[in-house]
């Protein structure tokens, strides 16, 4: 049994190692021995009988590994072998070990986290049954640029109907209600969706259904559908709960059934969480309230995405025939996934982008370093090439040193990587899209693994080819003596080059949240409280009636200690969007001229509290009531629009609302970001709630008191008038305007974090190989420092080709910057992509930090003494 | 590792001529080189890189054994003997060589009629 002897002598071979090594050294010396003597005996001298018998040999190393090979199974030993040897390196040089593992942690630690972040809301499918056929459909306004609108009812029927291409299509529109009863009433978030619609994306529910296609047929009905949370929080999950009731804005709905914990129904941004779900159900009432709708279709399969919209478009093209509302309207598709994702996309990838650029900049440190070592030990790896190790053998070596030193980053970095998610999630901006979804899984662990051993990879092949070079020439053309050529330049270009890229991307959007911040809104948030009460249910049918509420709510809050002015308004400054329409000047034709401009109903102290400048005119005063001719307050930019030279007091609008008015403006206002400090301001008319009282408001406070103490009376005084209404959406209107730019300051605060670890690995990789230079020269420095050459001249000699080295990095990265900045430039705000002072001052850094980094090393150098030069090595 | 052996032995045939140069006698493996440069009027010479592997395969398959001894000028070194499986596995190994040249020698006469 061949087989069962071959095991038996491969486990002796292991076991009788050092007997086998001492027979194969002695066996092949004496080989050795003969051969000289042979050559000797054809007349040669010794010495050269030795070369040329080691030559004839063809080296004593290989053979010996060949001969080992008939023991045991080589690979396996050789591994093992080379781990030890990487070992016994990174113990003999600890420094070396904990640079480089830590450098390999933060690479791979500060990618895994990112690429977590970009996994979880970018790329993990959404959790419905194929999530790629689902779109929203949107209306378009080619002329305006307005490329996604919510949609009217008649035009989502019509789509409905005469689509061939959708499978299913369901609107869905924002549900606010309150829920309980007086004393403690509540105010949640709920959607109206269309019949249809979990059918559509695909889930079932746990308890209990969903509606019915007739519950659209009969207009609906009372009839809930609650989320899981809803359920654990407000029934105590309940098993039983279908067919209990549940009171929504006073009116009881019948609970049909319970969505399962899974179910995460897709988000938008103004239609975050959802508690429940009521059956949509188009009426003739609200086919008549204009565009509001969120339209979200499944494309059949097999159909593409574009012919779908092309049918949309022609039955758009269709509807603007039909109805004089749709002309200039069209229809556009986007992805429910891109939808989704919206505006978290770019700033993600340009992270993952940046975080790659490090993970980068990590690679070429620690190849920077393994060179530097393998370079040290250049006598060794000459000396044991000549005696015949062969060449892949010694790259399989420094190899397997890299991979020793990526195997312990990669472990580290990956532990840190586990608590930097936490904190990335807790720093994301509050509106980031399925940030719930961001997790450490199998496709995180699979590129952290992917990059790990890419990266150990990379920079073994560096150190190898480059270090091994001369390792692998000849014993002859090293010794320790100086090349003229710099050893690692174009490690110091590509360092240079990617900290310029990182540090530019930060310095752009460190100066777009600069200017963010620094943009007039118009209006003064500080010490303002914020909170919505709305009314509802008959008692508060008539218009009267809602606006003497909030009249007799303004004035008790008015007379709170340390309350200097209250207001209201239809929606607070930064809260979302709000009611728009197409404003034209009363005096000239119907069409021509019109702008949109934002509408909001406001108390008439809403610019003294919110301290908003009033240009000219007045404000409202008791003349707004119910009955009164309505009146209009404008905006700066509004009336310069219509009235450049003419005093606007006294002009007269034309808005399309409540069938059509035609308001005199009485007082022209400073302009006001409504949006975001991004979004410029655009016309904006303001008018009376007195004269139309809306149903809901937000109270605006501005009080020198405690935030806190005032919403406590507000609900105080809120519950004393009618102990049914909620107050919810409580926030110092600060804080709003502050999440506004969350985005904006997580993107600046990352990137400027990454711009500063880039700028220390660029500092700690050039000065490593300078000081490496600057050793390997010391015999060229002495005799010029022997000859006479001045301190100055020494370092300047140094300085040269650290300058000239990162003049080509910062040319080389200034060109990829320009590239990147390109790329994200719809993420910055009052700076160019090619802003000249970012990328000045960081090309001057840069070279600063080259210069800084390699003054050390060449001050040592202009410290070699002469006597180096007549040393021999 | 592109090296060219010099003299390259037909592969699969250095076992059997190994086997052979110890029917002669036991031999070290400097010896066993000199034998076969010098039987075969040096025109195979045995690379040292494929010699020592094949000298610890045959001793692994127990065809060969070894032993120190003294060389005629009194050095140590390895003697290589053929052992009695050795000896039967260089007889099949003849048998099979001489049944392959005579068959490749009657193709290449294939063309003289």
């Known amino acids: 049994m061949p087989t069962i002897r071959d095991a038996v002598m491969r486990v002796l071979g292991f076991a009788r190692r050092r007997t086998v090594e001492r027979r194969l050294d002695d066996e092949m010396r004496f080989h050795l021995d003969m051969l000289t003597e ?66 390999f942690a933060l690479g791979v630690g500060a990618s895994t986290a990112i690429f977590s972040v970009v996994h979880g809301v970018l790329l993990r499918p959404l959790p419905y049954k194929d999530p790629d056929r689902l779109v929203v459909v949107w209306e378009r306004q080619p002329g305006r640029g307005n490329d996604r609108n919510v949609v009217s009812v008649p035009n989502f029927e019509a789509w409905r109907a005469r689509a061939r291409s959708f499978e299913r299509m369901a609107a869905l529109v924002p549900s606010p209600a309150t829920i309980g009863m007086a004393p403690n009433p509540e105010h949640v978030m709920g959607a109206e969706v269309s019949p249809g619609y979990f059918e559509m994306l695909g889930v079932t529910p746990a308890l209990g259904r969903v509606f019915a296609r007739s519950e659209e047929r009969d207009g609906g009905g009372d009839v809930v559908v609650l989320s899981d949370g809803f359920w654990r929080s407000h029934f105590g999950a309940d098993e039983q709960v279908v067919g209990r009731t549940l009171s929504l804005d006073g009116r009881p709905h019948t609970i049909i059934g319970v969505m399962p914990p899974s179910f995460d129904p897709p988000q938008f941004s103004w239609l975050n969480d959802q508690a429940f779900w009521r059956p949509f159900v188009p009426t003739d009432d609200n086919r008549g309230w204009g565009r509001f709708l969120l339209v979200i279709g499944r494309v059949k399969s097999g159909v593409p995405v574009g012919a779908a919209l092309r049918e949309v478009q022609g039955i758009a093209a269709q509807r603007a025939t039909e109805d004089k509302g749709n002309e200039g309207w069209s229809a556009n598709i986007v992805g429910l996934s891109a939808q989704i994702t919206g505006d978290a996309r770019l700033p993600l990838l340009v992270l993952l982008g940046a975080v790659c650029l490090l993970l980068l900049m990590a690679i070429t440190n620690v190849a920077n370093l393994t060179l530097g070592l393998v370079r040290r030990r250049e006598h060794e790896l000459a000396v044991r090439r000549a005696i ?40 994301l901006p509050p509106e980031t899209p399925r940030s719930d979804s961001i997790r450490v899984d ?19 092949a560096v150190a190898a080819l480059r270090g091994g070079r ?19 330049g174009s490690l110091v270009t590509a360092e240079v080059a990617l900290g310029l890229v990182l540090t530019v991307l930060a310095g752009l959007t460190i100066r777009t949240f600069a200017e963010l911040r620094s943009v007039d809104l118009g209006f003064d948030s500080e010490h303002v409280v914020v909170a919505r009460v709305g009314v509802s249910g008959p008692r508060y049918r008539a218009p009267e009636v809602r606006a003497a509420f909030f009249a007799q709510l303004l004035s008790r809050v008015r007379a709170l200690p340390g309350v200097q002015a209250a207001s209201a308004v239809s929606t607070r400054p930064f809260g979302g969007m709000g009611p728009a329409t197409t404003i034209g000047d009363a005096a000239s034709a119907e069409t021509a001229d019109s702008v949109e401009a934002d509408v909001r109903y406001i108390d008439a102290d809403l610019f003294r509290t919110l301290r908003v400048p009033l240009v000219a005119g007045s404000t409202f005063d008791t003349h707004d009531g119910p009955d009164t001719p309505p009146r209009v307050i404008v905006n700066r930019t509004l009336a310069r629009r219509f009235w450049p030279s003419e005093n606007p007091i006294g002009k007269r609008l034309r808005v399309p609302m409540f069938g059509g008015i035609v308001p005199e403006v009485i007082g022209v206002v400073g302009d006001v970001h409504l949006m975001d400090a991004r979004t410029p301001a655009r016309g904006a008319i303001y008018l009376a709630n007195a004269r139309f009282p809306m149903d809901a408001l937000d109270l605006v406070v501005r009080t020198n008191a405690d935030g806190a103490s005032v919403v406590r009376s507000l609900q105080a005084i809120v519950g004393a008038l009618d102990p049914s209404l909620p107050v919810y959406g409580v926030t110092m209107l600060d804080d709003t305007v502050g999440r506004a730019l969350a ?26 190989v300078f000081a490496g230079d600057v050793a390997q020269r010391r015999k060229e420095i002495g005799i010029r420092v022997a000859l006479g050459a001045p301190w100055g001249g020494v370092i300047a000699l140094v300085m040269r080709r650290a300058v000239t080295r990162a003049v080509s990095g910062v040319a080389l990265g200034t060109v990829a910057a320009l ?16 802003d000249p002072v970012s990328f000045l001052g960081v090309a001057t850094l840069l070279l600063l930090v080259a210069v800084a980094a390699t003054l050390v090393p060449a001050v040592r150098a202009a410290r070699v003494s002469p006597l180096v030069a007549i040393r021999t090595d | 590792m592109a090296e060219k052996e010099r003299g390259d032995v037909l592969q699969g045939t250095l076992d059997m001529l190994v086997l052979q140069s110890l029917q002669l006698g036991p031999m070290h493996g400097w010896g066993i080189t000199e034998r076969l440069e010098a039987g075969s009027e040096r025109v195979l ?22 032993d120190w ?18 000896r039967k596995r260089l007889a099949d190994e003849r048998a099979t060589w001489a049944r392959m040249s005579r068959a490749v020698d009657l193709v290449l006469r294939m063309g003289e009629g």
């Open chain 1, 38 to 103: 042979q050559q000797v005996r054809a007349g040669r001298s010794p010495s050269e009988a030795r070369r040329a018998a080691l030559a004839a040999f063809g080296g004593l190393e290989r053979f010996k590994d060949d001969a080992r090979d008939e023991y045991r199974s080589r690979l396996l030993d050789e591994l093992g072998q080379d781990t030890r040897y990487a070992l016994r390196v990174i113990r003999r040089n600890p420094g070396f070990g904990v640079a480089a593992a830590l450098t």
């Open chain 1, 388 to 427: 015949g190790a062969t060449r892949g053998r010694l790259i399989r070596q420094i190899m397997t040193l890299s991979a020793v030193v990526g195997v312990a980053g990669c472990l580290i970095g990956f532990v840190a990587a586990l608590g930097g998610i936490r904190a990335l999630v807790a720093l």
């Open chain 1, 442 to 460: 199998a496709p995180v662990l699979l590129f952290t693994a992917s990059i790990s051993v890419a990266a150990a990879l990379a920079v073994g």
């Open chain 1, 470 to 488: 001369n390792g692998v020439a000849s014993l002859r053309e090293s010794g320790g003596r100086g090349s003229a050529r710099l050893r690692g």
């Open chain 1, 743 to 768: 985005r904006d300051r997580f993107t600046a605060a990352l990137l400027g974090a990454f711009a500063i670890v880039s700028l220390l690995l660029a500092a700690v990789g050039i000065y490593g």
């Open chain 1, 819 to 834: 590239l990147a900045a390109r790329a994200m430039r719809s993420l910055l705000f009052g700076v160019g992509a090619a």
């Open chain 2, 45 to 66: 010479q045995v690379g040292q890189g494929s010699l020592y592997p094949a000298l610890y395969r045959l001793e692994r398959q127990g065809y060969i054994a070894s």
């Open chain 2, 69 to 86: 001894g003294t060389t005629e000028n009194n050095r140590q070194a390895r003697f290589y003997k053929l052992t009695p499986s050795g």
